[in-house]
């Protein structure tokens, strides 16, 4: 992968000579009303007590990191689809004003609809892909153990209440770059930009 993502880098920085170019990683996340379980502690002797949602409802998080300076960008949506997928990445274009001066290389792996990627995608974006089942290239997997700590051991019974206090947790997390940098921005990953 550090090969394949250096090669990219070269070609990019050589079609666009005038641009910056960075490397982001994308990747998205399920979550709903079954709630995240995580260990708790409790004294000797007594049960630990989980409330459970038994409700098949969802919301996908979607999360966008530039692992080399921690910076973050989140979606939250109802339905990922390649359609939904296309305007998020109009929407990231936009917010980041990529175009013939900037450029982004995002790293996405191939478990959203790999038969549909001859789709529009917007100027200013080239997607590297992930090969097949390695979410250990993937830095951006490393965010939602973050996204999980304020939904984690609760029960929420409407979907807009999982949605709130998971946009909030994000919106804290944007704060967080140093914190987002050290666990996404692997050895091999600043080598290969650089």
Known sequence: MEKKM???????????????VEVWAEDEHRIGLHPVNRMVWVPVGEQPVAQVNW???????????????????????????????SRLLADF????GLGKRKRVILVVDLCLFPSQRSSRIPDGIHLLFLPPKSPELQPSERLWTLTNEAIANRSFTPLDELEAVT???CQVLLNQRQLIQGLT??????????
């Open 167 to 169: 946009s909030h947790r």
């Open 6 to 20: 250096a090669q990219t880098l070269e070609q990019v920085r050589s079609s666009y000579p005038d641009a910056t």
């Open 185 to 194: 921005s692997y050895h091999w990953w600043t080598e290969a930009v650089n």
């Open 93 to 96: 274009a936009r917010h980041f």
């Open 55 to 85: 409700r098949f409802e969802w919301l996908w998080l979607v999360g966008f990191v530039h692992p080399c300076s921690g910076e973050t960008n989140w979606w939250i949506v109802p339905l990922l689809n390649w359609r939904v997928f």
